[in-house]
């Protein structure tokens, strides 16, 4: 199923996108696409045999803005570095194991939302992202096909980062990845049924009409199964949790000088192979 949350900021409601490409209202059935959703198995029975029924009713998507498809994320965690020709292409060692970093779950935005230049930025940077919903409580899992019986469904990330905040003011990475709009989100929840093997995916990202990333999911140095059971080896994760899985190469970070870093007006569209597209204009915070 493809799941998502439409209308203005803060007022989204569930809907399905069906087979046939029509927008079909969830209100009816569910109150939001959340963690409490999807650990809920007799409510996602619900919302399949209704999609199955067609007979849910039909919306107007017509000016109607899609938010993140996911409501009340508890956290999100990123993985850095995961690709191999990323590394290569920044000059960084590919990881012994995987990097952590996170993202405060108020940097989601919707994948057609303005994402904003924070004040200051010269550097602000495009990733595009397999995100990873997680379904059931997964702690100290043992193998990657447990982890990867957790995952609930996958979806579109764009993970927006200031490399001058991230790499030359000391710290962490955080200080460069949690700046206002930088993790839209979408447009939809494709759930784990529909997406086989989460190594086979293709990502596109362009900036102003430019391919600037064209990778796939294969080119992860830690699988999708592997992330998942790793991460659950430090922290709990929780239904609603998503995690960022790293972005392939084609940053501006890897680009010689001078790097196209992005700039109020660019305008960014990324997509992940059956799992939909996102459209960004640059403005100023």
């Not at 996602?44 to 017509?62: H, K, S």
């Not at 790097?259 to 459209?279: F, H, M, N």
Request: net charge negative; aromatic share 6%; glycine share 12%.
């Amino acid at each position: 199923m493809k799941l998502l949350r439409v209308g203005t900021v803060g007022a989204e409601r569930p809907a399905l996108l069906d087979a046939g490409g029509t927008l079909r209202d969830l209100s009816g059935i569910v109150g939001d696409i959340d963690g409490a959703l999807l650990a809920d198995d007799d409510a996602m029975g619900r919302v399949r045999a209704a999609a199955e029924a067609g007979d849910l009713p039909a919306l107007d998507g017509a000016g109607l803005r899609i938010g993140p498809p996911l409501g009340r994320i508890g956290k999100i965690v990123c993985i850095g570095l995961n690709y191999h020709d990323h590394a290569r292409e920044t000059g960084a060692e590919p990881p012994a194991e995987p990097v952590i970093f996170f993202k405060a779950p108020d940097t989601v935005v919707g994948p057609n939302d303005p994402v904003l230049v924070p004040r200051g930025s010269s550097k602000t940077d495009w990733e595009v992202e397999l995100a990873v919903v997680v379904g059931r409580t997964a702690r100290y899992l043992e193998s990657a096909e447990e982890a990867l019986a957790h995952v609930a469904g996958y979806a579109v990330a764009h993970d927006v980062s200031e490399r001058e905040f991230q790499i030359e003011r000391g710290g962490t990475w955080d200080k460069g990845k949690n700046c206002e709009t930088f993790n839209p989100l979408g447009p939809w929840l494709v759930t784990a049924d529909e997406v086989p093997d989460p190594q086979r995916l293709p990502l596109r990202l362009w900036v102003n009409g430019e391919l600037k990333q064209d990778g796939t999911t294969a080119e992860q140095i830690f699988p999708v199964g592997e992330v998942v059971r790793y991460v659950s080896r430090f922290m709990t994760l929780y239904p609603g949790d998503v995690i960022n899985t790293g972005t392939p190469a084609g940053v501006a970070l890897g680009r010689p000088e001078p790097k196209p870093y992005l700039r109020a007006g660019d305008v960014v569209e990324l997509e992940i192979e059956g799992l939909g597209r996102q459209r960004q204009e640059l403005r100023d915070a």
